[in-house]
């Protein structure tokens, strides 16, 4: 059973920067698709990022620009860079593995707030 463990929340300002991270419980790049997703308050979750076994990457158009998934296989750690955070990207982060089935962390909270 994978395990993933987020990690880095916290509060900033509009305009700042943090970066989240997710450990897995083994390796991860060389077979799960790895991805961020985030549901705000009284919405649905969505997808932010995704990164393939091959290393290719997409983003929602709402994040494009702004943050960065990246992975590091030593670590068996996901990362999202987040930067020139904005108030609306305020919202509970989560990281996912798929390998046939979903692996879903716990969350952390990002609080974008001035």
């Known amino acids: 059973q994978l395990q993933l463990v987020e990690s880095g929340g916290g509060l900033v300002q509009p305009g700042g920067s943090l970066k989240l991270s997710c450990a897995a419980s083994r390796s991860i790049f060389s077979i799960y698709t790895m991805a961020w997703y985030r549901q705000a308050p009284g919405k649905q979750r969505e997808l932010v990022a995704v990164?393939?076994?091959?290393?290719?990457?997409s983003y929602v158009d709402s994040v494009k620009g702004r943050f960065t998934i990246s992975g590091d296989n030593d670590k068996n750690t996901l990362y999202l860079q987040m930067n020139s955070l904005k108030l609306e990207d305020t919202a509970v982060y989560y990281c996912?593995?798929?390998?046939?089935?979903?692996?879903w962390g716990q969350g952390t909270q990002v609080t974008v707030s001035s």
């Open positions: 996912k593995a798929r390998l046939g089935s979903d692996y």
């Open positions: 990164i393939t076994r091959g290393g290719s990457t």
